[in-house]
């Protein structure tokens, strides 16, 4: 009998519908991804128990962990379920949809909010137009390497769905857009609007709603130190309270 | 000017770069895309974006740049707007530079570049190895600023099932379905733009993101835009075999100094790092020492798949071959290739600092894509493309580091286009003939319902998992007219076969499988003009490769080949390709000293005579 792989599914036809439960017996393959199953389970949608059912909807597109789409709960840890080999998850794997954001529909949930959020705290270098003015500033290596870093970042929400300060009950802007602020204020031409960054993170919902958790830093995939974003962050806008303050 | 209402198909580069320009100029967009912007497969693009900046002082020029596009991609190209696309790079680059891209840096704090295949200059700007997911967020930012700003409207999760056109045959709109609630809607538009990406996942597994069905412009083309030079599909000679998805290893492992090798000895399995270097075989750089491990990719292609398939020499017999980083510092390691070097960790669980990589060829981009004009327009009038879904940049092999620059010059092209075009025209989105929206959204809903009724025993996703392996056993590195033949009855075959499938779920909230059986069809249509283009191309040109005619036949074939759907196939016709500023000559990469160099030099003076330069600063 050829080796098979347990894959537990939480399914939820639409928005508010009741969940439940679904076991697949997926063919083992070498090296196989999260994916792979997802995709075994397209060509053949019958359960272990062998009853007919419908593909698992989820959300995937580069499928190696740069574009975060895929991002789902995978046995009890949110990640991108791309970059989630079988060999190294423990059987039945369990795939359930991030719990921060309303579920579309299974493993698909509207993570539209956050794209928002980067609208709300005016994510991007001002420039002028998009004709021909010549270099941009220059901009030392070390520097270079630190931005870039935090301009890894792909919206995926890992660090939303392990913030406890991220629920139905608060209006937290969460680790990326904060993390994102800092990356706009670094940059020279990005600083010369440094302020309006920063009073967007005063608002209700900003920066001061972090608790401090510091379960961010853990989850996020690409290793971003949002922990010390926040925390530059937190002192720059203390600064420009202060300066606002004393109307300098 | 008046305000003029436009809509873009895709939120890739060439999609983003175009909204920003219309919406800078004061227009209003419409942005449809599958997934949300931020998200699009140019994400994946890892190397870089060339453009002949020269701050290495090696006296590179947009020019000489211009001479290795067309000489890489064996003088298919129309040349006009290549030489257009050259001259423009060093300004985009410095474009992103001013929007914030990150890209590396040298110790003075100006822009580092590196080399890429295909050219021995220093002319690829990177950032990190995700340059593509650095240059898209750009992008994506701008878009944003302006979606603030109230002229750009995203419909994410969206699909456009084809343009929208009047009696006269004018592209007026698209229609478009929203996937959340699977509703059908009509919109209309002063043009259009198609910057839908590429084609590859026709092939099942490759390099390509998941949407790069290329089910837009197949629409389009079933709808009676032309499709050119469908048959050159580039494969990528290194990439990372995998169950899911072929992951791309990029160029720029070779360009910061990678290396290509088998044992010399046929089934040799000692552990990679204990072979001896005299007992390695780089067959690269013994075949091509001037070039080495960067010669273009349809070469390297060949000669890797020849080294495996034909000479046995693979990695324990295996398809692999070694690409070799760990002579290289790990600092330099991490600080330009860490992005990539990440992905090999993470997927294949061996650290490629200290094991060198196992990498086998992969499909990775289309060349061919809809027919359009110098002003990126389609034969269908108002339908504009840009991006990789378009042909026009890369003749019969692209140049790494291209790609990027093609999608943001096209974008740019693109716009100013559509504004042109929109400005000129009496009649436009405002005063579209009565019922036209309502009847073609009917028209496409119409066609839902009924797949979504399909009750027959086969499975959409088991059509295109044997699609996909087909058209990589014939319609890649190595083509053979007989095997054409039969994959193009096959195709027929599958053709039948998709008419008696069974729609696995009924449900009319996010149905993915019927969204993804409609697009099969389209990836049908669409794999026929690359096997038709193939069969009937009886020459070998960049990545078309036919050993029953193993030369170039410029005589024959220095053509566009250009496609029209009917209902018997694909009609093949032939189209003149514009050499007007560089006469074609032999393509060779195998000399030893500076030929090619000088070559390109004098071939760029000789077309570059009463010329401005380009920028260069």
Redesign the interface.
């Known amino acids: 009998m050829p080796q098979t792989v347990r894959v537990r599914v939480r399914r939820q036809?639409?928005p508010g519908s009741d969940e439940r439960w679904e076991e697949f017996a997926v063919p083992y393959?070498p090296?196989?991804?999260v994916?792979?199953c997802l995709?075994e389970i397209?060509?053949?949608?019958v359960t272990a128990a062998g009853v007919k059912t419908?593909?698992v909807?989820w959300?995937?597109?580069?499928?190696?962990?740069?574009?975060?789409?895929c991002t789902m709960i995978v046995n009890g840890r949110v990640r991108q379920s791309?970059?989630a080999?079988v060999d190294k998850l423990e059987q039945p794997i369990t795939l359930a949809p991030m719990t921060k954001f309303p579920v579309?529909?299974d493993l698909?949930v509207n993570?539209?909010r956050m794209?928002s959020d980067?609208?709300k705290i005016?994510?991007?270098?001002?420039?002028q137009?998009?004709y021909?003015?010549?270099?941009?500033p220059?901009?030392?290596?070390d520097q270079?390497?630190e931005?870039?870093k935090l301009?890894?970042c792909?919206?995926c929400g890992c660090c939303l769905e392990v913030c406890p300060n991220v629920n139905s009950r608060s209006s937290f802007i969460g680790p990326a857009a904060i993390s994102q602020a800092r990356l706009?204020n670094s940059?020279p031409?990005?600083a010369m609007n440094a302020g309006e960054r920063l009073d967007a993170l005063m608002e209700p919902g900003g920066i001061s709603e972090c608790g401090n958790a510091q379960n961010c830093l853990e989850a996020c995939p690409k290793e971003i130190p949002l922990t010390t974003s926040i925390g530059t962050m937190g002192r720059d806008v203390t600064l420009h309270a202060i300066r606002k303050l004393l109307g300098t | 000017m008046a305000k003029q209402k436009h809509i873009v198909v895709g939120g890739g580069l060439a999609g983003l770069m175009a909204t920003?320009?219309l919406a800078?100029a004061g227009h209003e967009v419409s942005l449809i895309s599958f997934?949300?912007v931020?998200?699009?497969?140019s994400?994946?693009a890892q190397g870089g974006i060339n453009g002949a900046v020269n701050t290495k002082g090696e006296g590179d020029s947009p020019d000489i740049h211009f001479d290795d596009t067309i000489y890489g991609g064996d003088f298919l190209a129309n040349q006009p707007p290549v030489r257009g696309m050259c001259r423009a790079a060093p300004?985009i680059i410095?474009?992103l530079?001013?929007?914030?891209v990150?890209?590396?840096?040298?110790?003075?704090?100006?822009?580092d570049f590196r080399r890429f295949g295909g050219t021995l200059y220093n002319r690829t700007a990177f950032?990190?190895a995700?340059t593509g997911?650095?240059i898209l967020?750009?992008l994506d930012?701008?878009v944003?600023?302006h979606?603030?700003a109230g002229l750009v409207k995203k419909f994410?999760f969206w699909e456009c099932l084809g343009p929208i056109l009047d009696d006269a045959g004018n592209c007026r709109g698209v229609v478009a379905l929203d996937q959340?609630d699977m509703s059908v809607h009509g919109m209309a538009a002063d043009a259009v733009l198609f910057a839908t990406g590429g084609c590859g996942i026709i092939y099942g597994k490759s390099t390509l993101?998941?949407?790069c069905t290329g089910t837009a412009v197949s629409s389009a083309y079933q709808m009676g835009a032309a499709y050119a030079n469908g048959e050159f599909i580039q494969v990528h000679p290194t990439a990372i075999p995998?169950?899911?998805?072929l992951?791309?290893m990029s160029e720029s492992a070779r360009g910061e100094g990678g290396r290509v090798w088998v044992p010399r000895r046929a089934g040799d399995n000692r552990a990679p790092k204990s072979i001896p270097e005299a007992e390695r075989r780089y067959f690269l750089e013994e075949k091509y020492p001037k070039y080495g491990n960067l010669v273009p990719r349809d070469i390297a292609t060949r000669e890797i798949f020849d080294i495996c398939v034909n000479q046995k020499m693979g990695i324990n017999g295996e398809r692999a071959v070694y690409l070799d980083l760990t002579h290289l510092p790990r600092t330099t390691l991490d600080?330009k290739l860490g992005?990539i070097l990440e992905?090999y960790e993470?997927?294949?669980?061996v650290d490629p600092r200290d094991e060198p990589m196992k990498v086998f060829p992969a499909v990775h981009y289309s060349m061919g894509g809809i027919w359009v004009d110098f002003d990126q327009m389609c034969s269908l009038p108002g339908l504009f493309a840009a991006g990789e879904c378009e042909y026009q940049y890369h003749g019969a092999n692209r140049l790494g580091a291209n790609s990027l620059l093609s999608c943001i010059y096209g974008g740019?092209v693109a716009a100013a286009s559509m504004i042109r075009y929109a400005g000129g025209r009496k009649s436009g989105a405002g005063d579209l003939p009565p019922n036209l929206l309502t009847s073609e959204a009917g028209r496409w809903s119409g066609l839902q319902d009924r797949i979504g009724r399909m009750a027959g025993p086969e499975?959409p996703?088991?059509i295109w998992?044997e699609l996909g392996e087909m058209m990589t056993d014939n319609v890649t590195v190595v083509r053979d007219n007989a095997r054409l033949k039969a994959t193009d009855d096959r195709l027929l075959a599958m053709m039948d076969r998709w008419r008696r499938i069974g729609l696995?779920?009924s449900?009319r909230?996010?149905n993915?499988?019927l969204v993804f059986t409609r697009q099969l069809w389209n990836m049908l249509e669409l794999a026929r003009v690359i096997v038709v283009g193939a069969l009937q191309r009886n020459e070998s040109r960049g990545a078309h490769y036919k050993p029953e005619f193993p030369d170039r036949d410029d005589a024959s074939f220095l053509k566009t080949t250009r496609a029209v759907w009917s209902q018997a196939g694909p009609r093949i016709t032939y189209d003149a390709v514009d050499t007007s500023l560089i006469p074609p000559r032999k393509r060779v990469y195998t000399t030893t000293g500076n030929e090619d160099k000088k070559e390109a030099k004098n071939a760029a003076d000789r077309k570059g005579a009463g010329a401005p330069a380009g920028?260069t600063?």
Request: with cysteine; glycine share 12%.
């Open positions: 036809d639409r393959v090296s196989m991804n994916i792979y995709m397209q060509r053949n949608p419908t593909p909807v959300e995937a597109h580069c499928l190696e962990e740069v574009c975060g789409a791309c970059s080999l579309v529909r698909q993570r539209g794209f980067l609208i005016k994510g991007w270098i001002p420039i137009g998009t021909d003015l010549g270099p941009g220059r901009i030392a290596s270079q390497e931005v870039y301009s890894t792909m919206t706009f940059h031409t990005g | 920003i320009r800078e997934v949300p931020k998200r699009s497969h994400v994946c300004g410095y474009l530079d001013r929007m914030g990150t890209f590396n840096r040298t110790s003075e704090g100006l822009l950032a990190g995700t997911q650095q967020y750009a930012e701008q944003r600023r979606e603030a994410e959340t993101s998941t949407t995998g169950t899911d998805k992951r791309l600080r992005g992905i993470k997927f294949v669980g740019q499975n996703y088991v998992k696995p779920d449900g909230h996010t993915q499988g920028p600063r």
